[in-house]
């Protein structure tokens, strides 16, 4: 099967050790791409030179909303000309986290906002994180030219779940479909479109039931499809081919990872 992982933060430290054996894993078990979510500026240059070293890895430049306070106000001029110089194949992780209370929610929406303006002149998706805020942000998205992405992790309702769709987004699912208490990602999994659907895995967090209180991988992410499958009447090969015809309809992975 040929699967993508349109969402796994490889660059980080858990994976200094053992990157090059995880992505040869990966490669083992059929997955051919994995797009790497940037969320501070200082870490942009790390998550590029990983991606450069390793061509199924695809960068991703964002400012992360739960690192709001750690964010410089020249970030989003840095942003802007890294996506100038380097074309990555989206921007994000950006978005909303009204969970974390002591966040500022009007400067996360600034920030968010300024993000999206750089996605939109550069004609680039954006990979959105959001958590207790999808009203917010889907409010934000309607003011903008952003024509699509990815929502990371969804956990809204199915109401917004086709807000999402119509906006021209997919919604990720990954590790936590594979635990028995997860009902309502269940429900959202079998009521939702196969074609509104892609996988992720969100390593090194968010690990699924097999790997719970370890260190998530991309390396996991067959796992996560068979999870999927139990919850839905298609042939498990269809699920992977659509949910990576999926991925490859919002993002262009025809793109330089350099």
């Known amino acids: 099967m040929n699967l993508i992982d349109t969402h796994a933060h490889i660059d980080v430290a858990a994976f200094d050790a053992d990157r090059s054996t995880v992505l040869e894993q990966c490669l083992r078990v059929g997955i051919s791409h994995i797009v790497v979510p940037g969320i501070m500026a200082n870490t942009w240059d790390k998550l590029r030179e990983t991606c450069v070293s390793n061509p199924a890895l695809y960068a991703s430049f964002g400012l992360h909303p739960v690192y709001l306070e750690q964010h410089d106000p020249d970030d989003i001029d840095t942003l802007t000309a890294y996506v100038k110089r380097y074309r990555p194949i989206a921007v994000g992780e950006i978005g909303l986290d009204f969970y974390c209370q002591t966040l500022d929610q009007n400067r996360q929406r600034t920030l968010f906002e300024a993000q999206l303006a750089v996605a939109a002149n550069a004609a680039l998706p954006v990979l959105l994180h959001v958590r207790k805020s999808h009203d917010a942000v889907l409010a934000c998205l309607r003011k903008t030219t952003v024509t699509g992405g990815i929502c990371h992790a969804f956990n809204g309702s199915l109401q917004q779940a086709h807000q999402y769709i119509d906006l021209g987004f997919k919604l990720g699912f990954g590790g936590m479909l594979s635990f028995a208490r997860s ?18 895995t969100d390593a090194p967090d968010m690990a699924g039931t097999g790997h719970h209180g ?18 839905r009447t298609e042939d498990i090969s269809k699920i992977a081919a659509q949910t990576t015809a999926n991925a490859e309809a919002v993002l262009d992975f025809s793109r330089t990872n350099t």
């Open 183 to 200: 009902h309502k990602l269940h429900r959202l999994a079998q009521r939702l479109p196969l074609e509104a659907i892609v996988l992720e």
């Open 214 to 231: 370890q260190r998530n991988s991309p390396e996991y992410l067959p796992e996560y499809l068979q999870a999927l499958a139990k919850l």
